[in-house]
């Protein structure tokens, strides 16, 4: 855990990168993968249905906001502080997402509710509210439902693909009364959330937002921080600059950027700390973390070493805000 690079590592992969950069899919090709980025993730959930992650029990470790009564304060952590993430079945399968509080209660009961005249929408009744936006199969949501047993809590999630809401809601731990699954599309302003504004306490976004166009990143964040109380806070983890899928990637699937496609069409982008500050501080957000956690891991049966880079982070919507 938390592998320090020399320069020399940085510099042979900065170089593979630009190798691999240097012949991009063609244009028209990437504007098929923008407009139907909807069918490709469907035929990955038709294909792997709930097989393909494990649940991340990690969650409680790195993101203690998510149980309820935690005493842990907020404060901007150096290091990684958790074990590994479970890996999926398959570690080396392209798609692989995972390979790929402050002194209130876990943030939010004592800040104020949406100032709704008509409050009539899932959940409403909570006072602590979670979102997942790119909910897959729910390996994330599953894990809070089970663990968080707060009464009080109320979890919705989402995804792009009408095949894992479908999923979700056939898990039999889904439950209408905790939980809301729905369809939706993050980079579609005109889809709109099933929740007011200033009405949610935690939003996670988990191996999600590098799998849109970075030209549709900033505005995301900027529609999800509206949706948050002054004080409630986006949870987030996803592929680092250097991470070992992107040092697989071969010339002919780079379609900008740091920004690649695989072989079953879904796409995937790798951040820097400094690319997620600026998004996050763009829409009006404060820093509580923001750390690269780099992890060796060894396959012994194949005698191989792989270094694998995360970032992740925790933005808060400032208390003054305007509700």
Known sequence: DNVEWSEEQEAAARKKVEESCSQLVPSEKREDYENKANSYWNDFYKIHDNRFFKDRHWLFTEFPELVPNCKQSLVDKSQPQATAPDSCEDTESKGCKDDRCPSQTCLGKAQTEPSETNINYPGFSATFRILEVGCGAGNTVF??????????????????????????????????????????????????????????????????????????????????????????????????????????????????ENFYVRGDGTRVYFFTQEGLEELFTSAGMEKVQNLVDRRLQVNRGKQLTMYRVWIQCKYRKPLEAES
Request: hydrophobic share 40%.
């Open 143 to 256: 894990p809070i439902l089970k663990t968080n047993n707060d009464p009080a809590m109320f979890v919705y999630c989402c995804d792009f693909s009408s095949t894992a809401v479908e999923i979700v809601k056939m898990h039999p731990d889904y439950n209408p009364s905790r939980c809301f699954a729905f369809v939706h599309d993050l980079c579609d302003e005109s889809d709109r959330y099933p929740v007011p504004d200033n009405s949610l306490d935690i939003i996670i976004l988990i191996f999600v937002l590098s799998a849109i166009h970075p030209d549709k990143m900033q505005a995301v964040i900027s529609g999800l921080n509206r949706l948050l109380k002054p004080g409630g806070m986006i949870l987030f983890r996803d592929y680092g600059r250097y991470d070992l899928a992107q040092l697989r990637f071969k010339k002919g699937r780079c379609l900008s």
